[in-house]
């Protein structure tokens, strides 16, 4: 079945980058996403990539797409203590699906100072 | 603009008895989700409303979960009988297109405490 893994746990110094990488399993998935989860707070759609792409930057975020080895990654540059917080890969249910999203555990970024 | 609105925020219920929550999506999103979000997990799907009808409901883990969208705007998440094992954070998602790009936008959730 679809499966989505990420890594529990990173920390980094603020001003370094963070780099948060995923592996998913459905090759079919059109859209990849990436969600920010503060404490207490609901999810933040981030960004997204589409499966036909294989980078997209968005101002600190830059997202790497292998589809070949399906695997996703999220850098996000000089980061800074804010940035602290959970964040969830999520995938598609396949081609043609209706949008139902597959998660992953969630990466917590913890950024010291 | 407002965006998806979930009520109660919290809400502690005994076993046995039955709840229901409430989803207010962002104005004019055709579909609606819900997930369930255990401690230490990422969210996972529970149904799935393209207007007023339930387009998937291949997530609801027993018949105890139902939903509803009688108007193709408010959703409400029913459970009866209710059990430990249903805590968690519930979570609303809207999005303006059936096709596409899905993006989803998420409420706060509802924190469900079942003793």
């Known amino acids: 079945g679809e499966d989505v893994e990420q890594s529990l746990f990173l920390s980094v110094r603020e001003g370094d980058s963070s780099v948060i990488n995923c592996t998913y399993t459905?090759?079919?998935?059109?859209?990849l996403y990436w969600y920010k989860q503060e404490p207490g707070a609901g999810l933040q759609l981030l960004t997204y990539?589409?499966?036909?792409?294989d980078m997209k930057q968005d101002q600190r975020l830059t997202v790497l797409l292998n589809k070949k080895d399906k695997h996703l990654s999220l850098r996000i540059a000089d980061t800074q203590t804010g940035d602290s917080a959970i964040y969830f890969c999520?995938?598609?249910?396949?081609?043609?699906?209706?949008?139902?999203?597959?998660f992953g555990k969630g990466t917590k970024l913890s950024v010291k100072p | 603009g407002a965006g998806v609105s979930q009520t109660p925020s919290n809400k502690v219920t005994e076993k046995g008895k039955y709840v229901e929550l409430r989803c207010d999506p962002i104005?004019?999103?055709?579909?609606l989700y819900w997930y369930r979000q255990s401690l230490g997990q990422g969210p996972e799907f529970l149904i799935y409303?393209?207007?007023?009808?339930?387009?998937?409901d291949s997530g609801l883990p027993n018949d105890r979960f139902f939903a509803v969208r009688p108007e193709g705007s408010v959703s409400t998440l029913k459970i009866q009988r209710t059990e430990r094992g249903d805590s968690a954070v519930y979570l609303c998602?809207?999005?303006?297109?059936?096709?596409?790009?899905?993006?989803?936008?998420f409420g706060p959730g509802t924190r469900l405490t079942v003793t």
């Open positions: 459905d090759s079919s998935s059109t859209y």
């Open positions: 104005s004019g999103h055709t579909a």
């Open positions: 999520a995938e598609s249910m396949g081609a043609g699906s209706q949008g139902n999203l597959i």
């Open positions: 409303f393209q207007g007023t009808g339930a387009a998937d």
């Open positions: 990539i589409f499966s036909n792409m």
């Open positions: 998602a809207s999005s303006p297109s059936h096709g596409g790009k899905y993006e989803q936008y």
